[in-house]
């Protein structure tokens, strides 16, 4: 089976901060990593969401264009993701003649099969600015929790807005109150779709519970038809007469992105796009923050429907809850959380990895705090891993030089259990359940090495501790690799393994002898 994993494209106006990195990405290359692992053919794509209001808006700040802005963007992203250990096997960008040609294509087969529709609408415009507003550059208060509403979505709660819902409304460039004048748009005939997405829903299995809770509960309004163009400057041209001078709104073309990204990997690695795009034994797994959950579920699932070209449609959609600081959603737009730069300032990848995937709201929002910080990384990572790791090879290395080899094998340490529990919370996408269940094998394992006190020992009873502790080593290093990888190549060192020669399986296993190098502590304290 091939596994097909996505995350949701980080939206590059701004450096991304840690909610960002937990929302998505993190998970994606967690799950990515294990399945590696597991030795199925995996391929990991995401990219850059780099149309919108939004790039005009920063651009016209820093007096360049939205296209210098967005690979300037692109660029230090890509190398902020490379640091904390993230492995696309393909990262792109939207603004790409490749994604404009699906987009086309897209829009031409939906619109071919009915499901484009003209509507003269009200847009806003200010007559200060003497300019048509798209989406961003509106901002007011939401009439659901009275945040801030931020063009077609609330800041604060998440709920999809009609721009008419918002609450004493305003231009973002010059502050000044909008009016609505009368402006011919194109909009995607979702109702026409309703029936085949509900049927999509209902037959869906694999989608974690937020997904479903999300999807479910806003399949119970009636579907609207969505408006796909903008009156603006900067996106894709929609090729169609009368709409030259519009651009695609940027929800349309970045979900195609991921469709874009597969066949620019294709291309540069002779692979054919079907075999990953209209393949039934391929598994579409697809990763995101709960905001952008009815954009996978109902929104992209529609389109590909619509175009009635048998694409292949997400068997698994993964969103999780919001990261928060004492209640306050990160926020990359409105300048809140740590951004990823900051981060990686202060402490080194793996804590950052470590902690957020210790935090992963699988369920609901996840309060974050420097105390958290501190306890998760000082009392678990270092003192429960990272300390046994170190004892028990700094024992076998100064007694033995390597993991002795023993002349009969009687386990006497059970974890198979564990073992079968931490598989499952991976497969199942549980990543939080999964860290804490390796962090008690961890602790069965100080318990194992602490209690049969092999100082005491003599050397045939000694070699048989240390066998069974370095094995033990071994097991938590593979199992802790999808989450921090760093520390697992430096255990891997240390016993002289290849990461690409290792399984999934081998961390169930007690049969690794062999030669070890010095060991050195692998974690500081913060």
């Not at 294990?34 to 790039?55: N, P, W």
């Not at 402490?347 to 935090?359: A, F, M, Q, V």
């Not at 602790?443 to 048989?464: G, R, T």
Request: proline share 4%; glycine share 4%; hydrophobic share 35%.
């Amino acid at each position: 089976m091939q596994k097909l994993i996505t995350s949701a494209l980080p939206y590059i106006h701004g450096i991304p901060h840690l909610g960002n990195i937990i929302g998505s990405v993190l998970p994606a290359d967690v799950y990515s990593k294990f399945c590696r692992l597991k030795g199925e053919k995996t391929l990991f794509i995401c990219g850059s969401d780099s149309h919108g209001t939004m790039f005009e808006i920063a651009a016209k700040k820093e007096g360049i264009t939205p296209e210098e802005l967005v690979y300037r963007n692109h660029e230090k992203v890509k190398a902020i993701f490379s640091k904390f250990e993230i492995e696309f096997d393909y990262y792109g960008i939207t603004h790409s003649e490749t994604n404009r040609k699906f987009t086309y294509h897209i829009f031409k087969k939906l619109d071919e099969n009915r499901y484009i529709k003209e509507k003269y609408i009200e847009s806003a415009y200010c007559e200060n600015c003497n300019l048509y507003l798209a989406d961003r550059w509106i901002e007011g208060n939401c009439p659901y929790c009275n945040g801030l509403a931020r063009g077609d979505q609330c800041d604060d709660c998440g709920k999809l807005l009609d721009i008419k819902e918002i609450i004493k409304p305003y231009c973002v460039l010059c502050k000044n109150k909008i009016i609505f004048k009368k402006t011919k748009h194109l909009f995607f005939d979702l109702p026409k779709l309703e029936p085949k997405i509900k049927k999509f829903v209902k037959n869906s299995t694999g989608w974690s519970n937020l997904a479903k809770k999300e999807t479910i509960g806003f399949l119970k309004q009636k579907l609207k038809e969505r408006s796909i163009t903008r009156d603006s400057n900067w996106g894709f041209k929609v090729p169609k007469k009368g709409y030259e001078n519009k651009v695609f709104y940027v929800w349309f073309d970045a979900p195609i992105g991921y469709i874009s990204f597969t066949e620019e990997w294709c291309e540069k690695n002779n692979e054919n796009l079907e075999d990953w795009w209209k393949n039934e034994n391929v598994r579409l797994v697809q990763f995101m923050g709960k905001d952008n959950t009815i954009f996978h579920t109902i929104i992209f699932p529609a389109m590909l429907i619509g175009c009635d070209e048998k694409w292949k449609l997400a068997d698994r959609i993964i969103s999780c809850g919001w990261l928060k600081t004492k209640d306050i959603k990160f926020s990359k737009s409105r300048g809140k959380g740590m951004t990823t730069e900051e981060a990686l300032k202060k402490y080194p990848p793996d804590c950052w990895r470590y902690i957020l995937t210790s935090l992963y709201p699988e369920q609901d929002d996840t309060l974050f705090s420097n105390s958290i910080l501190k306890e998760k990384i000082n009392n678990e990572f270092a003192n429960i891993v990272g300390n046994f790791v170190h004892r028990v090879l700094s024992f076998c290395y100064s007694n033995f030089g390597e993991i002795p080899k023993i002349s009969k094998y009687n386990k006497n340490i059970e974890v198979g259990e564990i073992f079968k529990e931490i598989t499952k919370n991976f497969e199942n996408c549980r990543f939080r359940s999964a860290l804490n269940s390796i962090i008690h094998y961890a602790k069965i394992s100080n318990a194992y090495f602490n209690n049969s006190e092999p100082w005491n020992k003599d050397d045939e009873k000694k070699k048989e501790i240390c066998f069974y502790s370095g094995n033990l080593v071994k097991n938590i290093a593979i199992m802790l690799y999808p989450i921090v990888p760093n520390f697992s190549k430096q255990v891997f060192e240390f016993l002289n393994l290849n990461i690409n020669k290792l399984r999934w399986e081998d961390a169930n296993k007690f049969n690794y002898s062999s030669k070890i190098k010095k060991p050195k502590p692998l974690i500081n304290k913060i």
